[in-house]
């Protein structure tokens, strides 16, 4: 969407403080035997106590089969998004955990995740987290009115050689606010100067996701989780912003 009055400003900003306060209470929940539902659990408890609605549950893009049965996304190592929780699913040591999550509040859709390694985690994995982390950040930098989505993909590309992880093509950012997903698509490889010119106010989920490996995905039986092709371990890191005339207003802080 585009933000245009003060309503917009206000309702998408505390949809981004409703689900930034969420996401970093889950943080310390990414424990070694908490099982995958409990996560979503706290999430969905979380979002409905700040008076928002979890913008997951429930939600059917064109093409899925069937409707988002959770509030939160868990992905962990080759899983690479939409990976719906389970009970039967428990975290263990040196696990790479992203959590994706999106609420409503008052109509006003946002959209975040990120990733944490369950103890110390191995050099690849770390490598793994700081390139994602950076690269979301590099994405974010290139935003402001006028610019085009291909600066994005751009800056991603970039820091991914720098740190020799693969980027996933087949997922990208795209726009929100009124929904989960809407137009522009924001492709996490690209060429600065090309591609749709942003808009003030535009609201836009960047989410680059990353891999050890190579950046082929399959959809897996359940007819949602994302994982990789070759078994590499994945992250990503996701923040939901506003376009300004300078840059951008980060509406999902952490
Ligand atoms: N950040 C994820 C995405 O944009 C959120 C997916 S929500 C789901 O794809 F309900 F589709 F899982
Ligand atoms: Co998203």
């Known amino acids: ?95 790479i955990v992203s959590l994706d999550l999106g609420v409503s509040y008052n109509g006003y859709v946002t959209d975040a995740a990120l990733a944490c390694i369950v103890g110390a985690g191995d050099a690849d994995a770390q490598r793994l987290l700081v390139a994602a982390r950076e690269s979301l950040d590099a994405a974010v930098a290139t935003l402001k009115a006028g610019a085009r989505t291909g600066d994005a993909g751009a800056a991603v590309e970039v820091v991914a050689k720098k740190y020799n992880v693969a980027i996933v093509e087949d997922l990208g950012g795209h726009g929100v606010g009124k929904s989960v997903h809407e137009k522009p698509y924001i492709s996490n490889v690209g060429k600065k100067g090309t591609g749709d010119v942003l808009p003030l106010g535009s609201v836009l989920a960047l989410e680059p996701h990353l891999t050890l490996g190579k950046g082929d995905i399959v959809l897996e039986d359940d007819e949602w989780t994302y994982a990789t092709h070759d078994g590499s371990r994945a992250a990503h890191f996701e923040q939901t912003v506003m376009v300004t005339e300078a840059g951008v207003e980060i509406l999902t802080p952490f």
């Open 1 to 95: 969407m585009l933000a245009k009055t003060q309503e917009d400003i206000e309702g998408l900003r505390m949809s981004g403080k409703i689900l930034s306060d969420v996401l970093k209470e889950l943080i310390p929940l990414v424990q070694v035997g908490v099982t995958t539902a409990e996560l979503d659990l706290a999430a969905e408890k979380g979002i409905r106590e700040q008076g928002g609605v979890p913008a997951f549950l429930n939600y059917k893009p064109s093409g899925a089969s069937f409707p988002y049965p959770a509030a939160l996304c868990v992905t962990i190592n080759d899983e690479v998004a939409h990976g719906i929780p389970s009970e039967h699913r428990a975290i263990a040591d040196g696990d």
